[in-house]
């Protein structure tokens, strides 16, 4: 089955404590985005990944990092997290620009 | 910058009456648009896009969408909404960078 996968689903954590959110996908899509979801703000886009190796800023990148070695995973690393990244995360993929983008089931990350 | 705008944060409608999402749009240049819709305690699924070509798009579940260029508008509509319509719509839009750039989102209750 096509599908992304994101883990873990829920995360409680501390502020500084280092984490990461791994995200997979299993339909060879090279373009991949990390989103973080807020009451009225919408889908706001952290980091993106045109492909392997390549990653690029997207509109709040701040206290967040990337990586993509391979095709199929673009982890979501908070190095030293801070109350204000509680959030609803969504990963997404697809082919490329302008297609269709498949989301993951969302990341729940609450930071005290 | 990009920005989209979705004039209404929550839209009550009777089961079986219609329904507009309105969604406008900053970019000047030619984008990709899409509606995206959100059930409770989901991901994100695609509902349509517009990439080129007709300005009016069906998508799925009996939604349509028309672009309108002149007044960067790409509006939702369903003549009759059902019960399992309750959900969130985001509009989105692709300019000719790589960022996707969501509206703040329309939360859409159907009342029996």
Redesign the interface.
Known sequence: EAQVTQNPRYLITVTGKKLTVTCSQNMNHE?M?W?RQDP??????IY?S?NVEVT?K??VPEGYKVSRKEKRNFPLILESPSPNQTSLY?C?SSFS??N??F????TRLTVL | AQSVTQLDSQVPVFEEAPVELRCNYSSSVSVYLFWYVQYPNQGLQLLLKYLSGSTLVKGINGFEAEFNKSQTSFHLRKPSVHISDTAEYFCAVWPAGNKLTFGGGTRVLVKP
């Open positions: 373009y985005s989103y009225g703000l919408g889908l706001r886009q993106y045109m690029d997207g509109d969504f997404a620009r302008g269709e983008q989301f993951g089931p969302g």
